[in-house]
């Protein structure tokens, strides 16, 4: 069984920083694309920021030049660094892996998600 647990949200002020963390565990053969989502209350979840196994990134274009993503392949781990958050940035935000546990199908896996509140 995989299991995504995320950590690192919390309540921070205009302007602060977070650094959220992703672990992946379990029945792993390899990991592809990893990412972040958020939802807002009564918005429809969006993409934060994605990075494929090799490294290259994709960020939406709100948090372009705040947030930063990277990962760790050896601790199966992703993290999003965010930066100047705004109150507009509170949500809940949620990682997303494409995983496989044979080497020949992915399966979308998701965390719980973790709880960004930013104070105005």
């Known amino acids: 069984q995989v299991q995504l647990v995320e950590s690192g949200g919390g309540l921070v002020q205009t302007g602060g920083s977070l650094r959220l963390s992703c672990v992946a565990s379990g029945r792993i053969f390899s990991i592809n694309n990893m990412g972040w989502y958020r939802q807002a209350p009564g918005k429809q979840r969006e993409l934060v920021a994605e990075?494929?196994?090799?490294?290259?990134?994709n960020y939406a274009d709100f948090v372009k030049g705040r947030f930063s993503i990277s990962r760790d392949n050896v601790k199966n781990t992703v993290y999003l660094q965010m930066n100047t958050l705004k109150p507009e940035d509170t949500a809940v935000y949620s990682c997303?892996?494409?995983?496989?546990?044979?080497?020949?199908?992915?399966?979308?896996?998701w965390g719980q998600g973790t709880q960004v509140t930013v104070s105005s």
């Open positions: 990075i494929t196994s090799g490294g290259s990134t």
């Open positions: 997303n892996a494409g995983i496989s546990i044979s080497g020949v199908y992915v399966r979308n896996y």
